[in-house]
């Protein structure tokens, strides 16, 4: 599933849950047509048919719970694991041989901080690794001292980010790169 897929799964979930609380506050406000406020939640026929089924209305209440609790669970393995079957955080790539070759996504852009830093205009830098691993969006800000020449520094990210991407095997398909620019000392 994709993350578009993901977000409106998440989000058609919330809208029933919350659609769930407003009738059931509504109901015990006595502001829904044709419920009394004062009526009591379940009537004594159904709690009567309730206790007549003992044991077999717990054990079916219990399975019901239990199912519904394996749904949310498969539901939420599924957002944490990336495409393809892979969890977020780790960049793997098949080998020209039998097995995978994995790197976690923090040893990457750690590297890539390390390398952006290398430039003396540039103080600090931040990257973030989204999406896919053969072709990941690459998210970048730089802080720059006030005296760094920008064609300097852009030049300078541009070979940091090919550089990223001959040693990671996977050429951004986004690249986002903000500058900041600190103030001078007067």
Do not use: K
């Not at 009591?40 to 206790?51: E, F, P």
Request: net charge positive.
């Amino acid at each position: 599933m994709t993350n578009a897929g993901h977000r409106l799964l998440w989000t058609i979930i919330a809208l029933l849950l919350v659609a769930g609380g407003a009738v059931a506050l509504a109901a015990s406000l006595g502001t829904l047509p044709g419920v009394d406020s004062a009526a009591v939640l379940l009537s004594a026929d159904l709690v009567d048919r309730w206790r007549m089924a003992a044991p077999w209305s717990t054990l079916s209440a219990a399975a019901v719970g239990a199912l519904v609790a394996l749904t949310g669970q498969r539901l939420l393995a599924r957002e944490l694991r990336g495409p393809g079957g892979t969890l977020r955080g780790t960049l793997s790539h098949p080998g020209r041989r039998p097995g995978r070759t994995r790197l976690a996504a923090d040893v990457l852009t750690d590297a890539l901080v390390r390398d952006l830093t290398g430039n003396p205009g540039v103080r600090r830098a931040r990257v973030v690794l989204t999406g896919a691993p053969p072709h990941p969006d690459v998210w970048i800000r730089v802080d720059l001292t006030a005296d760094a020449p920008a064609a300097g520094v852009r030049e300078h990210v541009h070979a940091a980010v090919r550089r990223f991407a001959a040693t990671a095997h996977c050429q951004p398909a986004h690249l986002d790169v903000t500058a900041r620019i600190e103030p001078g000392h007067p």
